[in-house]
């Protein structure tokens, strides 16, 4: 990037820091939702009133709000996010373990809906009036009210149980078999979000085809492929890739769905195990860890539409 890029791109990470400081503390006072003394709830129900006065000096619960959070920022500083109370397994090993799966199944996910909505796109805003923009705009106005965990279930059903195509829960070993494992997941994952993909970039790609400068550069003779990248795809894409920095979320509660379908070992399926057993520590660093991921789809979607568009980093 050139110098106003890197200006863009420090202006949003100052942008950054006060959601950042504001993910900190809902993260720190996740442990005030905890129904009841948090000790007693961590330690258990049989636990000894000496296991629960334990638990409570451990996590600092006798000291006051400013001294537990300010201690709780500087382990965060240190990379200790605390161990589980299950298992005594440090929480950041645990995401260690998890976090590839999670990240495959969110690219998977993220290509399959480039996949299915790049066409699809293509096609409403370029012969809007043909058969197939007719049969894709109907299929999208169902596709966008279906439910992840839904889709999910009907594919595992149909092509895995029934057809017997693919594995519909786990890992299967070796590189192959992991490969084989995600293609539901993220086929799943790409046609919840292929919908509304499709539906904004085929708006801006509408928008640019109607534009003067395309009308001129097709007057002048520009066609085919340096029309299309040089003029339309540029100029239509910073939307859509601003509208799936604002999907992150959604993106990433996905995958908790999904895991949780394909039993797939990943951090979405880790959270709901623990909140299920009231590990509180792990739900804790899992919680900022998708927070984070949230912070940073939404940057890096700042930068790529600056690639894309250099007029936005005077913004």
């Known amino acids: ?178 490969l084989r494992s995600y293609l539901l997941p993220c086929l799943t994952i790409g046609i919840s979000l292929s919908p509304f993909l499709a539906r904004s970039a085929a708006t801006s790609l509408r928008e640019v085809v109607a534009s003067d400068y395309v009308v001129t550069a097709r007057s002048v003779g520009a066609s085919g492929t340096f029309l299309f990248r040089r003029h339309l795809l540029r100029n239509a894409l910073p939307p859509t890739v601003t509208l799936l920095g604002f999907q992150a979320g959604a993106l990433l509660f996905g995958t908790v769905i999904v895991e949780q379908t394909f039993a797939l070992p990943g951090l979405g399926a880790e959270m709901i195990t623990a909140a299920a057993q009231r590990d509180f520590p792990v739900v804790q660093g899992l919680t900022l860890v998708f927070g984070l991921g949230i912070i940073v789809f939404n940057l890096l979607a700042d930068v790529a539409v600056s690639v894309l568009d250099p007029r936005t980093r005077t913004a």
């Not at 949003?12 to 948090?38: N, Y």
């Not at 298992?87 to 950041?92: A, E, F, M, N, Y």
Request: no cysteine.
């Open 1 to 178: 990037m050139e110098g106003s890029g890197w200006r863009l791109l420090g202006r949003r990470l100052l942008q950054v820091l006060p959601v950042l400081g504001l993910l900190l503390v809902v993260v720190f006072a996740l442990q005030a939702l905890i129904p009841g003394d948090p000790a007693r709830a961590i330690a258990g129900p049989r636990a000894t009133e000496a296991q629960v006065a334990h638990v409570r000096a451990d996590l600092g619960l006798d000291e006051t709000v400013t001294t537990r959070f300010a201690s709780y920022v500087g382990r965060l500083a240190g990379g200790d996010l605390g161990e589980s109370n299950r298992s005594d397994v440090p929480v950041t090993q645990i995401i260690g373990q998890r976090v590839g799966v999670t990240l495959s199944l969110l690219l998977g996910g993220l290509v399959a809906s480039v996949l299915l909505a790049g066409p699809a796109a293509l096609v409403l805003a370029l012969r809007p009036r043909s058969r197939a923009a007719w049969v894709i705009e109907r299929v999208l106005s169902v596709a966008i009210n279906l439910p992840s965990f839904w889709v999910g279930l009907m594919l595992a059903t149909v092509v895995g149980l029934r057809a017997g195509l693919l594995p519909v829960g786990g890992l299967e070993p070796g590189l192959g078999g992991h």
